[in-house]
């Protein structure tokens, strides 16, 4: 199977609050993880990445936490908007000597509620 | 600076005939990795491209081949296509030196009936 895996399929989230999306991966080897979100009909966007030397990672309303004690990644929005609605994937990449590719989760499809 | 580019946008093909898809990276990617998201899925991984050589290789039979040209354009093509085939096929770009940010195209649709 797949060495990037999330917790929750779904998450319905009220607007305004917070919303936590997890992430565990298997591999001690990744170094690099990344969050991208991907709305209807369209490709996944990046959000927001974080590299192994870093517990902690903060963009605009989101924050990306990791723990490489437990192997886990998660995503936190800040004041969920009806436009954060869509599938979220986390991947890992390992950089070893030479290159390898990402690999995703199966996503998680945040519902915001109005 | 434009983003990832691919075309055509939808596709509906027949059981067993071919489709090439096309991939433009953003200007100054040398890596463009392939993938084939389904519902059932997901993200999978299919091949990637840098410097015109294939780099890495996903799990899928030898029907799922691709290229990539010097100006680091790619192409992908499968053959012999099967209902199972349909699926949203995305592509990523990347400056290439590894560990980094893949940036992705809309992705082009195929059907298959």
């Known amino acids: 199977g797949e060495s990037v895996g999330l917790h929750l399929p779904t998450l319905s989230v009220q607007e305004g609050d917070n919303s936590i999306i997890n992430c565990a991966y298997s591999n001690s080897a990744s170094d690099y993880f990344i969050w991208y979100k991907q709305e209807s009909g369209k490709g996944p966007q990046f959000i927001i990445d974080?590299?192994?030397?870093?517990d902690k990672r903060q963009g605009q309303r989101v924050t990306v936490l990791l723990n490489k004690t437990v192997k886990h990644l998660s995503l936190q929005i800040a004041a969920t908007q009806p436009g954060d609605s869509a599938v979220y994937f986390c991947?890992?990449?390992?950089?070893?000597?030479?290159?390898?590719?990402?690999?995703f989760g199966k996503g998680t499809r945040l519902s915001v509620i109005a | 600076k434009a983003g990832v580019t691919q075309t055509p946008r939808y596709l509906i093909k027949t059981r067993g005939q071919q489709v090439t898809l096309s991939c433009s990276p953003i200007?100054?990617?040398?890596?463009v990795s392939w993938y084939q998201q389904t519902p059932g899925q997901g993200l999978q991984f299919l091949f990637e491209y840098f410097s015109e050589t294939q780099r890495n290789k996903g799990n899928f039979p030898g029907r799922f081949s691709g290229r990539q040209f010097s100006n680091s354009r790619s192409e992908m093509n499968v053959s012999t296509l099967e209902l199972g085939d349909s699926a949203l096929y995305l592509c990523?770009?990347?400056?290439?030196?590894?560990?980094?940010?893949?940036?992705f195209g809309p992705g082009t649709r195929l059907l298959v009936l």
């Open positions: 200007s100054g990617h040398r890596s």
């Open positions: 990523a770009s990347s400056l290439g030196s590894g560990g980094e940010t893949q940036y």
């Open positions: 991947a890992e990449n390992i950089r070893p000597s030479g290159n390898t590719p990402l690999v």
């Open positions: 974080i590299r192994s030397n870093m």
